[in-house]
C-alpha cells in the first residue's frame, strides 16, 4: 500500500506524548468505555462487511457493555462508503487503532487516529492522528474522577482537551472570573441566525456576547472563526446595546493568538473584541483566566 500524507502515530510516538503529558502509557478507561467498543464493531464487522448485528458481537466476541455503569460515547463513531471507492471511519477510538489490528480493515494502517479513509481509486489510506488524551469521554471523566482515583496519573498537571459545555457551565456560574461587573444573562442564546455561548452585560450596561473555545484550532479554524466574529459584531452591533465580544480560548499558543489578533486586529485595538486565555488545574480542578494584552 501506498501511504502518503498523516497516517495517524505508532506506537512510539504515542508513548511520548502519553509520557509529555503526564499521563499512563495506555488510556486508564478503555475497558469501560462505549466508544472502544462501538470503534470494534464499527471498523472489524461494518467496515468488513460482515451482517452481524452489534448485539450478535457483543456476545460473540466477549465485549464488555454495560453503558449504564461504563462512559458512554460523547463523539459517535461513523463510517461510510461511496461507490465502493472510499471507505472512511469517524471518531474512532485511536486505543483500538493502534493496538488491535484484528479489528482494523485490511486497507487500514495500523495507527492511533480518530478519524481515517482509505481511497481505492489511489491505494492511498489518510488519517487524523490522535492520542486519548484529546477524546471528550477521557476529559470528560478527569472531571468526574478524583485524583486518588486516576492510577497512574503524573503528579504535575495534565494537558487535556476540556469539555466546552463544562468550561461554559463554570463561566455562567463565575462570569466575573473574566470582567468585574459582568453579570450573566444566558447561555445558548440565539441572535438572528448566530447562537452564542454565553449572553451577559457589563457594569455599563453593554451587551456582550461571549464565544468559547476549548480546544486549540488550526489556521483554517481561527480563519472561520475571525470572519463569523467579524460577520456577527457588524451585523448585530446595532441590534444590541454598546456590543463587546469576548473570545475565551486555551493557554499557551502564541502562533493561535497571534492568528486571532491579526484576523481581528480592527475590533481589537478599539476594545470591541476582547480574548481571554485559560488554563485549567488537573487535580485542584480549577479554571485561571487571564486578559490577552496586545499592543496597538
Known amino acids: 500500500m501506498d501511504n502518503n500524507g498523516n497516517i495517524g502515530y505508532t506506537k512510539d510516538e504515542y508513548y511520548q506524548i502519553s509520557e509529555k503529558q503526564g499521563l499512563p502509557k495506555r488510556c486508564p478507561i478503555l475497558a469501560n468505555c462505549c466508544r472502544a467498543v462501538e470503534t470494534r464493531y464499527q471498523m472489524g464487522m461494518r467496515l468488513g462487511r460482515s451482517d452481524i448485528s452489534f448485539d450478535e458481537f457483543i456476545h460473540s466476541y466477549n465485549q464488555k457493555w454495560d453503558p449504564a455503569n461504563m462512559i458512554r460515547s460523547i463523539e459517535q463513531v461513523s463510517w461510510s462508503y461511496t461507490h465502493d ?97 459582568l453579570k450573566f444573562i444566558e447561555r445558548q442564546k440565539t441572535i438572528g441566525k448566530w447562537k452564542v455561548d454565553i449572553f451577559a452585560s457589563d457594569a455599563s450596561g453593554c451587551d456582550v456576547l461571549i464565544e468559547l473555545k476549548s480546544k486549540l484550532l488550526n489556521r483554517d479554524e481561527i480563519d472561520k472563526l475571525c470572519g463569523q466574529v467579524s460577520r456577527y459584531y457588524h451585523r448585530l452591533k446595532s441590534k444590541t446595546r454598546d456590543l463587546r465580544m469576548f473570545i475565551v480560548v486555551p493557554k499557551d499558543n502564541r502562533d493561535f493568538i497571534t492568528n486571532l489578533h491579526h484576523g481581528l486586529k480592527p475590533l481589537i485595538d478599539n476594545d470591541k473584541v476582547i480574548i481571554f486565555q485559560f488554563d485549567y488545574t488537573l487535580y485542584g480542578k480549577e479554571f485561571n483566566f487571564s486578559k490577552v494584552i496586545f499592543e496597538k
Open 85 to 181: 471507492v472510499l471507505t472512511s471511519v469517524k471518531n474512532a477510538c485511536p486505543e483500538v487503532t493502534l493496538f488491535e489490528p484484528e479489528y482494523l480493515p485490511f486497507n487500514f494502517r495500523q495507527s492511533a487516529f480518530g478519524n481515517g479513509s482509505y481511497y481505492k481509486d489511489t491505494r492511498r489510506f489518510e488519517a487524523e492522528a490522535k492520542h486519548f488524551g484529546e477524546c471528550a469521554e477521557f476529559s470528560e471523566y478527569l472531571f468526574q474522577t478524583s485524583e486518588d482515583k486516576i492510577k497512574g496519573l503524573g503528579t504535575k498537571n495534565t494537558l487535556v482537551q476540556i469539555p466546552e459545555k463544562k468550561l461554559e457551565e463554570y463561566l455562567a456560574n463565575n462570569i466575573e472570573v473574566l470582567e468585574p461587573g
